[in-house]
Structures are given as structure tokens and as C-alpha cells.
């Protein structure tokens, strides 16, 4: 069993950035950050395999959010810039084994099995 704890969401004024961290138990092949608003599906936005030999990113965030981890110290993290109101969503922090990141399933839900609580991000225009 893997405990995810993520933090370093709040309210920030579009254009602004946020890191935001996620603190894991124990090492994983595959973590991904995915975000949800009410009423909608878990979208992944970022996964990374290993210590960054692959990275993956949505359509929609690339160029804007970067995923990196520190497997010393079991930390993964989101940079996020240029925050726009659309990125408002609760953030949650993901972890899997190697499956998680090949195939295509890197910024899909079901392809994760361990799953934070969420840090709230609002962006205000």
C-alpha cells in the first residue's frame, strides 16, 4: 500500500504559478498528477516513469505545467505557470507500477492504483 499526500494548492490570480507537491510512502515505477471539477471526469494532465526517462503531458497543459519527481526523498511535484481560470481543479497525485506509464495509459485513471486526497487550485481572472 502507497500513502500519497499532496500539497501546495490555493487561490491564485490567472497568470500567476503554484508547485504543487505530492509526498509518497514508498517508491513507484509510474506517478501521474490528474485534476477533476464537479460534475466531470479525472483528466490527467502530467505522468512521469522512473527518474524522468518519460514524461507525459495533456494537449492542454504542455508548455505550461512540468512534472518532475525526487526519488530520493519520494516527492513528486507539478510546476505550474501562467495559471489560467480553466485550470481550476481539485489536483490529485497518482501512483502505479510500470504498466501505468506504457500503453498509453499514463494519463489514465484506471491505469492507477494509488490515489491522494487532493489539493484545491482556484484561478481567478
Known amino acids: 500500500q502507497v500513502q500519497l499526500v499532496e500539497s501546495g494548492g490555493g487561490s491564485v490570480q490567472a497568470g500567476g504559478s503554484l508547485r504543487l507537491s505530492c509526498a509518497a510512502s514508498?517508491?513507484?515505477?509510474?506517478m501521474g498528477w490528474f485534476r477533476q471539477t464537479p460534475g466531470k471526469e479525472r483528466e490527467g494532465v502530467a505522468a512521469i516513469y522512473l527518474g524522468g526517462e518519460r514524461t507525459y503531458y495533456a494537449d492542454s497543459v504542455k508548455g505550461r505545467f512540468t512534472i518532475f519527481r525526487d526519488n530520493a526523498k519520494n516527492m513528486l511535484y507539478l510546476q505550474i505557470a501562467n495559471l489560467k481560470p480553466e485550470d481550476t481543479a481539485m489536483y490529485y497525485c497518482a501512483a502505479g507500477g510500470p504498466t501505468s506509464c506504457s500503453g498509453g495509459n499514463y494519463l489514465k485513471a484506471p491505469a492507477f492504483g494509488y490515489w491522494g486526497q487532493g489539493t484545491q487550485v482556484t484561478v481567478s481572472s
Open positions: 514508498a517508491y513507484t515505477y509510474c
